[in-house]
């Protein structure tokens, strides 16, 4: 049966609307897992750390694309739920034709500029090669990549979460499938990791592209359209919490290796890159919950229906508690087999990743309220509570944290730092849901 967004949700058809976003969330952690565990195990411990040190620089560079999903389709959901396909379908279109732009001019600066950053990040010698030509092929489908993150928002939105979801696990074994055979049977090293993942973007920007190109039974088409400097800047304030967020999280991941360089050298890159990687798994349950319960969350308040948002809101807390002891459970309890599969090879690294993930998994028991309240004020419209909440969250507290917390805890403060930071986010998003109550009528 065809969930529309102006159903009544019950938490089974919530479940069901939001399951191929958050399998979808879940799939693109694993596919990126892979690619890390044939790197590290086939390649080396150098180049898995290269990857690592300049992968934040890259994240950077694909941003728009997450701002421009979030913040556009909690714009376009509200003007259908207001009853204006036609004005939606130009907000969507508009939104689409910036992102390709954007995209074309950030990977000509990214291929321009990549040498010296990554040499100011601190690598040298054949880490600083690795960055290099692991992030020059990155870069050619860097537009694609932008597409992949601002459609995997606009599917849900345009009542197609399924076809997000087959896309994403069509992207995802390509790229584990090309992982297998450019790293394990043809040895590229990393040009065949950095081959393997351009390709799986390609195909997660493109495929989406050509739907809404063709005709299609869809909420959303692609339209001509306008610039509309008001839309294009309520989606940028509205999508300025997600903008913030993966710059926030970018610059933080360099903080944190320049840390661990100073602490214990390339061992700690290593270790922290795998923390990366697997605290995504976990992390995607939230964030692919977020991106599907959005548009619902956006439609039902630009319909002014505010019965069903207080049942939204009440039902999210409900799932979303239950998933944070689940997950750090789970998270604690696998963190050696885990760190074993990674990095076995090395017995003392191995035992530095085991306890990174146990402590960082600690962060588990607050991530998902945080990461939730971001997006639910984004689907509301108020894009400065949302940016708030983010930049506190991603970017102050955790620089504090790190910062502070290793010389009074030593190594043990750089895992913990992401704890802290969540558990202090926590409070400023208690504080908003509480504060904002009376404006948007949730409670």
Not at 152 to 162: C, G, H, K, M
Not at 217 to 234: D, E, P, Q, Y
Request: charged share 10%; with cysteine; glycine share 8%.
């Amino acid at each position: 049966m065809k969930i529309q967004l102006s159903d009544h949700f019950t938490i089974p058809r919530l479940l069901r609307f939001v399951f191929p976003s958050i399998i979808m969330m879940i799939f693109t952690s694993i596919y990126g897992v892979v690619d890390g565990l044939f790197v590290s195990n086939y390649v080396g411990k150098t180049p898995f750390a290269a990857v690592n040190l300049i992968m934040p620089f890259l994240m950077i560079m694909g941003t728009v694309g997450f701002m421009f999903g979030t913040g556009g389709s909690a714009v376009v959901s509200q003007a259908l739920g207001e009853g204006k396909p036609d004005k939606a379908n130009q907000y969507f279109s508009m939104m689409v034709y910036i992102v390709i732009e954007s995209g074309v001019v950030l990977t000509i600066a990214g291929l321009l500029f990549l040498r010296p950053i990554a040499a100011a990040f601190g690598a040298t010698g054949e880490m600083l090669d690795n960055c290099v030509v692991y992030g020059h092929i990155i870069l050619c489908a860097l537009t694609a990549f932008m597409l992949q993150n601002i459609f995997q928002s606009f599917l849900v939105t345009a009542e197609r979460p399924q076809l997000g979801l087959a896309v994403t696990v069509a992207a995802g074994v390509t790229n584990m499938i090309l992982d297998f055979v450019f790293i394990a049977v043809f040895h590229w090293g990393i040009v065949g990791a950095a081959a393997a993942t351009a390709a799986s973007q390609l195909i997660g920007g493109l495929v989406p592209l050509i739907y809404f190109l063709r005709p299609n039974t869809s909420k959303l088409h692609l339209v001509k359209a306008k610039l509309n400097a008001h839309i294009l800047g309520k989606t940028c304030i509205n999508g300025s919490s997600e903008l913030m967020t993966n710059i926030s999280m970018s610059l933080v991941n360099i903080l944190y290796n320049f840390q661990l360089m100073h602490y214990i050298g390339e061992d700690g890159v290593a270790a922290y890159g795998i923390i990366m990687y697997v605290s995504f798994i976990f992390a995607a349950i939230f964030i692919g919950y977020s991106i599907g319960s959005a548009p619902i969350i956006g439609y039902h308040y630009g319909a002014g229906n505010h019965r069903e948002l207080k049942g939204l809101f009440q039902k999210s807390l409900c799932l979303i508690t239950l998933w944070n002891i689940i997950l750090t459970a789970l998270a604690i309890l696998t963190a050696q087999p885990l760190a074993k599969i990674f990095v076995g090879y090395d017995i003392d690294l191995t035992k530095l990743t085991t306890r990174a993930l146990a402590l960082y998994s600690l962060s588990f028991l607050f991530m998902g309220y945080n990461i939730f309240g971001s997006a639910f004020f984004t689907a509301l419209g108020d894009g400065v509570v949302s940016a708030a909440i983010s930049f506190l969250r991603t970017l102050l507290f955790q620089v504090v944290a790190v910062l502070i917390l290793p010389f009074l805890l030593g190594i043990d403060g750089i895992w913990l730092a992401i704890v802290a930071a969540e558990l202090l986010a926590l409070i400023i998003t208690v504080y908003f849901f509480i504060r904002k109550k009376d404006d948007y009528h949730y409670l």
